[in-house]
């Protein structure tokens, strides 16, 4: 009598999956509203700006970190102060007198949105012409 095995071969497909996910924030734009332009002058009680109000596109996902440069990408200069609400610009020195054109940045929450938005101000440092009789 003869023996037959019966033999399966099985195959066996492995595939990977990679799944990621966000937060809902990712798709929210922030949109900016306007601020004027300044004028500072040398030796003033010090001014102070507000960060502009942003609006998202999901109420939720609103900034929630401001902070600001210069558009040219150097750092601030020593008198311009970043404060959470905004900035503070005071100088004695009439050497600091130039136009400077500084970038409002919202910082969405957690870094959920990649991207981040920005406004431009100019900030003009004058010195004030005070005219006395004689």
Known sequence: MKSYFLS???YFAESQLTVTILHFCMRAALTPSTVADQTYYVTDTPL???FPTWTSSIPTCGPTKFTAKLQSGGGLPSFIKV???GITVLT???GDVKKYSLQFVAIPPNGYNPSTSTITVDFKVDVK???KKI
């Open 8 to 10: 399966t071969i099985s």
């Open 48 to 50: 102070s700006v507000a």
């Open 83 to 85: 404060t959470p609400s």
């Open 92 to 94: 004695p020195n009439p």
């Open 129 to 131: 012409c005070v005219v």
